[in-house]
């Protein structure tokens, strides 16, 4: 046997390439495992580098993801896709100091879709979910596959509103809404949201403020973990709006941005409360060290 041609030295390079990277990949793993640093404190860091809100906000608009992406600390957290038919949500599995944790799961507006819940349940059996759509038609029929599904609109107030629904087609109608902060208290009834998912339609812009360290969740001491959350293509005074939520965010230094992307100009972002007491004991653990946090736990 021959050892010296040209295939031999191909095998040979290609296993040495291999090795390489395995031993990469294992280093930045022991890397992360073992870098007790604040990386949240970074990727905020990062984010205020990078967005400027000063300047023109459609162009902020456009770059968002990748500056979300550039910044999130999504290496060092298990966080898993589940897919519906077009998009993925994410969701950071729990650690093992709560393997039997209860677990909440709201979806608001269902979108005649429940395969990401469905992936989520099968993943975490120990999960309920809840779920709200104004549109009853297929929504009714699947999401108690899953949980308990109410035909409602939740939104920022309480009465009947002209809305941009999904039946047949995406259509204005008069629809009934509940605010969200009515609907987690009166139908949830759960202190703790392990994962909020919102996908209403516009409808979100108002919502904005409820999730904020101040807004009526926090009076209420409901809290949110993680949360993704559609924000669709703004106009002028919508784009203001997403811009003074995100400085907010900044400000409070409760939610880190761990993913988003984007599609026909709206936004998916998915997020996480690493600044409450419970969530971080729920998902993130003894990954970093928690005593520079100067954040208030709505919970407490």
Known sequence: MRFNTPAFTRQLLMGLLYSIVFLLALYMYMQASTDKSNFFKASRECLLSNVDVNSDLEKQWSYFPYYVNKCAPQNRLMVQGFSNTDELKYHVLPTNDVPNMDCTIVSLGIGKDVEAEKSMQAAMPNCEFWGADPVNETNADIFPEVGKFYNIAVGAENGTFRSYVLEDIYRYQEVKYVD????????????VLD?????????EYPMLPFLLMDGQLARDKILICQMN????RPNPEQLKQFFDFFQQLMKEKQWTLMSASSIIGHLRLFMINHGSEECHKRYIGALYQRDDLDVTDPKS
Do not use: G
Request: net charge neutral.
């Open 195 to 203: 994962q909020l998912m919102i996908d209403i339609e516009h409808a």
């Open 229 to 232: 959350i559609e924000v669709h």
């Open 180 to 191: 969200i902060a009515t609907f987690l208290r009166n139908y949830v009834k759960r202190p």
